[in-house]
């Protein structure tokens, strides 16, 4: 008794074995990303480098603004208490896209000009930390989020 074997049924065979594979590979690789994406949204959002508990108000020159993502950026330069050098401070604001909201334009806070910003200090001491509000040399008040009800 001879047994034949059809050509057809090893290549659907095969073809069927081919795409479960390529199925497996596509599905390996979506996972691979959406973990690679994922990874650094969670570790992006933490505000612990900031002592949320203390306000602190600096008036000084705007050095530069940065209207970059993910976070804009404010660098004043401000007088030292003691009459020594100024101080370069940086302050880490919200996306652009948060700040339009909020009224902020990309060219609102040109070189040169007076401010009055108030912030949450880094709590390692160095010049920096999160904005919560700016105030421009004509009084206007602009706050970097609208939950900011506490200054």
């Not at 390529?22 to 599905?27: G, V």
């Not at 940086?90 to 108030?118: F, H, K």
Request: hydrophobic share 40%; proline share 7%.
């Amino acid at each position: 008794m001879m047994v034949r074997v059809s050509v057809r049924h090893g290549l659907a065979c095969c073809r069927t074995m081919w795409r479960r594979r390529m199925k497996f590979k596509a599905l390996s690789l979506a996972a691979v990303a959406l973990a690679m994406f994922a990874l650094p949204v969670t570790a992006h959002h933490s505000y612990s480098m900031f002592d949320g508990a203390t306000t602190m108000t600096l008036e000084g020159t705007v050095k530069e603004f940065q209207w970059v993502n993910p976070h804009a950026w404010l660098i004043m330069t401000v007088p030292d208490d003691d009459g020594g050098e100024p101080q370069q401070w940086a302050l880490e604001l919200p996306s652009p896209n948060g700040l339009a909201r909020n009224g902020w334009r990309p060219r609102m806070l040109a070189p040169g000009i007076d401010v009055t910003a108030t912030m949450h200090p880094l709590k390692d001491g160095q010049n920096g930390g999160g904005g919560l509000s700016v105030t421009l040399p004509d009084g206007t008040l602009m706050r970097t989020t609208t939950n900011n009800l506490n200054q």
